[in-house]
């Protein structure tokens, strides 16, 4: 049971760089969501969804996008990549209002 | 908005001793709160889920309770061990929005 899977784990960009970070859970669970950790900030979040076809605005919206066009995945899309979006990205699933499960992180550095 | 506050940022403290890591949140308006553990480098791993019904749950030797009215909860950790060592989270479920914010944690260091 691979529970929720993130790739990559570790990514450098520069400045204006698109990219997809993946994740993709195994569970069948509706709740998805995706947060970054920054030192002093704690877990903030971004963006979330409560099942296939619908999403919406954490915390930290900006300079991220979502879709979640099949209950397994939950991709999170920077479309031009800023050294403020430097971050270690985590996504986790959960069955509604239960136990949240968490990926292992993906390292970003925007250079 | 909610907001979740832990105290302690970090505690230490020698092993054996019974200890008790705090969160409040400032809108009792929640559906649950969870206490997660984080260690250096890793993701979260759920401890504890406390339904907004539910006074305290209990995992081995760790208790975690909950009063909506006051805004708080408590994680107590009993008899600790230098593998305890860690980040604890809480972080609250909200009502209206499905949103979970989480606190900045609690980081504990078990002194062998």
């Known amino acids: 049971n691979a529970g929720v899977t993130q790739t990559p784990k570790f990514q450098v960009l520069k400045t204006g760089q698109s990219m997809t970070l993946q994740c993709a859970q195994d569970?069948?669970?509706?709740?998805m969501s995706w947060y970054r950790q920054d030192p002093g900030m704690g877990l903030r979040l971004i963006h979330y969804s409560v099942g296939a076809g619908i999403t919406d605005q954490g915390e930290v919206p900006n300079g991220y996008n979502v879709s979640r066009s099949t209950t397994e995945d939950f991709p999170l899309r920077l479309l031009s990549a800023a050294p403020s979006q430097t971050s270690v990205y985590f996504c986790a699933s959960s069955s509604r209002k239960n136990i949240q499960y968490f990926g292992a992180g993906t390292r970003l550095s925007v250079l | 908005k909610q907001e979740v506050t832990q105290i302690p940022a970090a505690l230490s403290v020698p092993e054996g001793e019974n200890l008790v890591l705090n969160c409040s949140f400032t809108d009792s308006a929640i559906y649950n709160l969870q206490w997660f553990r984080q260690d250096p480098g890793k993701g979260l791993t759920s401890l504890l889920l406390i339904q907004s019904s539910q006074r305290e749950q209990t995992s081995g030797r760790l208790n975690a309770s909950l009063d909506k009215s006051s805004g708080r909860s408590t994680l107590y950790i009993a008899a600790s061990q230098p593998g305890d060592s860690a980040t604890y989270l809480c972080a609250v479920e909200l009502n209206r929005d499905d949103k979970i914010i989480f606190g900045k944690g609690t980081r504990l260091h078990i002194l062998p």
């Open positions: 569970m069948n669970h509706e709740y």
